[in-house]
């Protein structure tokens, strides 16, 4: 007997004005348990050797798979049309190594 196909579910968000700024970022400190994942995002100024955590996001491990899953196809379409992303210690790279770490 077959299955019936399940009807794609479409979702709306609703974005607030303040979420819609956005928060700047170029450090992430991310840890995990075996029930979540946790990814603090903080931002951190030449200098200055103290930085501060601007958002946490709390994740389960299948939603942050999906997450990985989505940013790679998103860099890849984004290194296809702009060239590949280099990150900081990449050869041809100046400046220190401040960026996105993982723990």
């Known amino acids: 007997m077959n299955k019936p196909v399940p009807t794609p ?13 956005g928060i700047y970022s170029n450090l992430t400190l991310i840890s995990n348990s075996p029930a979540e994942f946790i ?6 100024v030449p200098g200055m050797a103290k930085s501060k955590v601007h958002a946490r996001i709390i994740m389960t491990p299948q939603a942050v798979k999906a ?3 989505s940013l790679g196809a998103n860099i890849e ?10 990150l900081a210690g990449q050869p041809g790279q100046d400046g220190p190594g401040i960026g996105f770490q993982a723990n």
């Open 39 to 44: 990814l603090d995002f903080a931002r951190l």
């Open 9 to 21: 579910q479409r979702i709306t968000l609703d974005l607030g004005e303040k979420e819609a700024e």
């Open 67 to 69: 997450l990985h899953k």
């Open 77 to 86: 379409r984004f290194e296809g049309l702009h060239g590949e992303i280099k």
